[in-house]
Structures are given as structure tokens and as C-alpha cells.
């Protein structure tokens, strides 16, 4: 009598899972929060994270500068695994987003940033120019998209393949 053992294969390891985690969006539009035109990158970054599974608070439109760093603060108190910002890394005077995000960093993530503006460059020089932050607040990540819906998206593709290994870093994880 032959007996054969059956082996399965071993399930792949999965990292990344964010369904249930909590998300933030701040946009930074002086125009925008005025009413003068609609803001098209909330919508972008909303679905992005949706799909992704996360719970995602409602978007929130704010004047360019301190009002950033505000709306961030206030997400910061739900806790939430993800705070993305859109707008206000120029150079411009009122371009102030990094200056309110930095503080409320207690770490950077540089290659995040540094991966986001090699994926712009890649389609145009103006994305050198991005002032953008990458860092976590305790456990919340946060980063400084780019105003444009082609460089939100430019982000977002670049944050789509790490995202949730990043969240379950971030909350004490150490899988690999």
C-alpha cells in the first residue's frame, strides 16, 4: 500500500490588508475652499483610498497655509491610519503646505517623496519643484500630494504597491 502525501501549496503571504482602517483628505485650495472652482483631486484621492478599503472621512477643503495644518490636526484626533493632503507645495507665496505639515511629524519617510517626484519627473520637469512631506504622525501616515490630478495620480500610484505594509508597519507590525 502507497500512500502519497498531499501538500498544498503554502498560502502566500499577505501584508497590506487596510479594510477597516480610517483615512483623511485635506485639500489645499484657497480658490477651491471660496467656491471660485470645484476641487478635483478630493474626489480622486477619496475613491483611491475607498478602493483600497479604507474608511474614508469626508474630504476637507481648506484656504492654502495655516488652515492645513489645522484640518490636519483635527484628523490627527480620530486616529486615523492615512491623512493625504493635495495642494500647496509650490512656490508660491501662499504655498505652505509642507511648513504646517513638518511639525506634526515625528518621523519621515523620505523615499516615499523621493519616489513620487521621480514618478512625476518622468512626464514633466515642474514636478522637481514639489515640496511635499512623507512621515508619520504616532501611526498615521501622512503625505503631500501635489495640487494637480496628474500628480495626485503620479502619488498614488507610487503609494499603491507599499500602502498597506506601510499602515501595518506603522501599528507595530513587523512582517516582511
Known amino acids: 500500500?502507497?500512500?502519497h502525501a498531499t501538500h498544498s501549496a503554502p498560502e502566500p503571504h499577505r501584508h497590506g490588508e487596510v479594510q477597516g482602517r480610517k483615512a483623511g483628505v485635506v485639500i489645499a485650495s484657497t480658490r477651491a475652499a471660496a467656491g471660485i472652482y470645484d476641487d478635483e483631486t478630493g474626489p480622486v484621492i477619496t475613491d483611491w483610498l475607498t478602493e483600497h478599503g479604507f474608511e474614508v472621512f469626508p474630504a476637507m477643503v481648506v484656504p492654502d497655509g495655516e488652515p492645513v495644518?489645522?484640518?490636519i490636526r483635527a484628523l490627527l484626533t480620530q486616529r486615523p491610519a492615512v491623512v493625504i493632503t493635495?495642494?500647496?507645495t509650490g512656490l508660491s507665496p501662499d504655498d505652505r503646505t509642507p511648513e504646517v505639515t513638518l511639525p506634526l511629524l515625528d518621523r519621515e519617510i523620505p523615499g516615499i517623496m523621493e519616489a513620487i517626484r521621480r514618478a512625476g519627473a518622468a512626464k514633466t520637469p515642474l514636478?522637481?519643484?514639489g515640496r511635499g512631506y512623507a512621515g508619520a504622525a504616532k501611526s498615521t501616515f501622512i503625505v503631500n500630494l501635489?495640487?494637480?490630478?496628474?500628480?495626485?495620480?503620479d502619488g498614488l500610484a507610487v503609494l499603491d504597491p507599499v500602502i498597506g505594509h506601510l499602515c501595518d508597519q506603522l501599528e507595530g507590525g513587523h512582517g516582511h
Open 86 to 88: 493635495s495642494g500647496g
Open 127 to 129: 514636478a522637481a519643484l
Open 1 to 3: 500500500m502507497t500512500i
Open 146 to 153: 501635489p495640487g494637480s490630478p496628474k500628480g495626485v495620480m
Open 69 to 71: 495644518g489645522a484640518a
